[in-house]
């Protein structure tokens, strides 16, 4: 059964350094997401992208944030410059095109801002 | 805007007890709702959806019936087993250009044998 993946499964990094998670989608997907889940907290939406382009973020995605699909397969985000705050777990998900489509997620990036 | 309300747990139950979690929701038009799980130390699973009001989403013994009278999508489950012990999400999704997942807040289950 297809399955989307995310690498690394956890990064380390010290505040101010710059991060990149890689998410490789269902392959016949069209839309990519991130979201984020803060250790104990509620799962967020940071970001949307479609046809190569985004095509919603939320409020925390700011500049620090941006995504990329680089070939045909992967699906980065980046962040520029980490923050404490950034700490959290990063979920990339993909899905297809119809009307409550399901969005498929993967395994989960933990990142820790030193 | 846009929201979802979902009960508060820790919820702890024996096994072969029934479970519902509560979930309501406040959104423009028609939403499609959804149920995620997410077992200890794994990732988001999508547990069942309704795309339409009145339709019931159904998995792994789960049920939840899209209310719009109510704007509520109640999971309940017959008879729960010890491995149903995880966090359970209600989401919705407006869909068209606006496709992202609004979360509840998590409801945790522990269930005792």
Not at chain 1, 62 to 76: A, H, I, K
Not at chain 2, 34 to 39: D, E, M
Request: proline content about 4%.
């Amino acid at each position: 059964e297809p399955e989307v993946t995310q690498t690394p499964s956890h990064q380390v990094t010290q505040m101010g350094q710059e991060v990149i998670l890689r998410c490789v989608p269902i392959s016949n997907h069209l839309y990519f997401y991130w979201y984020r889940q803060i250790l104990g907290q509620k799962v967020e939406f940071l970001v949307s992208f479609y046809n190569n382009e985004i095509s919603e973020k939320s409020e925390i995605f700011d500049d620090q944030f941006s995504v990329e699909r680089p070939d045909g397969s992967n699906f980065t985000l980046k962040i520029r410059s980490t923050k404490l705050e950034d700490s959290a777990m990063y979920f990339c998900a993909s899905s297809g095109g119809s009307r409550g489509e399901t969005q498929y997620f993967g395994p989960g990036t933990r990142l820790l801002v030193l | 805007g846009n929201s979802v309300t979902q009960m508060e747990g820790p919820v702890t139950l024996s096994e072969e007890a029934f479970l519902t979690i509560n979930c309501t929701y406040t959104a423009t038009g028609y939403p499609s709702l959804f149920w995620y799980v997410q077992y200890p130390g794994e990732g988001l699973q999508l547990l069942l959806k309704a795309t339409k009001a009145d339709d019931k989403g159904s998995n792994k013994g789960f049920e939840a019936t899209y209310r719009k009278e109510t704007t509520s999508f109640h999971l309940e489950k017959g008879s729960v087993q010890v491995s149903d012990s995880a966090v359970y999400f209600c989401a919705l999704s407006r869909g068209g250009n606006n496709r992202k997942l609004i979360w509840g807040l998590g409801t945790s289950l522990a269930v005792n044998p």
